[in-house]
């Protein structure tokens, strides 16, 4: 593998990587050439479906259905944060774990997750890089992906990876499309909302989720290229879980996540600039 094509898989494995252990399956496919600059193993890096923040889809369901999850959505809305604790499976490519809080205010995302390589073989790669895990700090206009020395070797011995959710908007081949809007619909309110505009959602009953009692919720979204969306709430109308199915070209895609600690305080810190290498910037001294 040259230099360049290195550089390259190692901001793109940081890239999916981070953002699979924020978002679950939002969509039904990958990027078609393989990740970020086109020199990337495949990835299979979630693309968007939530509704946009800026403008949400008119939600099909009516009636009492509708008005309990309305409930839901609103509570979740305003608590505002939340501490999570998730697995996601990506087909072959990746399994991970991650743990930490998160912060949903007007101003948008932030936290910081622990994210930790379970298996697959963009978390072998990883592990050749010396890399089993990491810390992603998530702020309202970037989030940073710290990575390990080895890792660091590659891309000029700083530590952590600057992504601005902007400039992966610009990303060719679609790998980049929507992602700034990705993260900042990944919230637990988010996931109501998605079932919201499923025909088929139904009230499955009471189930105990991590020892509580909980109403448990299912339904289908995105149409041909359908995706379950599960959550189960309790007595205060907040998820304590969620499950998201679906597929993507690398196989099947699943997220389960765990909520709790309602409105826990929230910080993330921007790290030092001086060991800080920009995603946009990288690809573009590597040709990418």
Known sequence: MTGTTVCRTVVAIALTATLAGLTGCT???????????????????????APSSTAPPSPSLTGPSAEALRAVERATGRAGSARVESTTVM????????AGALGWRDDGLTGTLTITYTGGTTAE????????????RYLPDAYYAEVGDEFADRVGGRHWIKYVYEDLEDLGGGAGAGFADQMRNTTPNQAVKLLLTAEDVRRVGEEKARGRRTTHWTGTVGGATAQTVDIWVDDR???????????TEN???????????YGVTVSAERPPAADTADFKELLASQGG
């Open 251 to 261: 196989g099947e895609l699943t997220q389960t996540a765990y909520y709790s600690e």
């Open 91 to 98: 087909g072959s490519e990746l399994s991970l774990k991650a």
């Open 27 to 49: 969509s039904s496919g990958g990027p078609a050439d393989g990740g970020p600059g086109g020199s990337a193993p495949p990835a299979a890096t979630p693309q968007p479906s």
């Open 125 to 136: 790669t990883m592990r050749r890089l010396g890399t089993t895990a990491m810390e992603a």
């Open 237 to 247: 109308d907040l998820l304590v879980k969620k499950v998201e199915r679906g597929r």
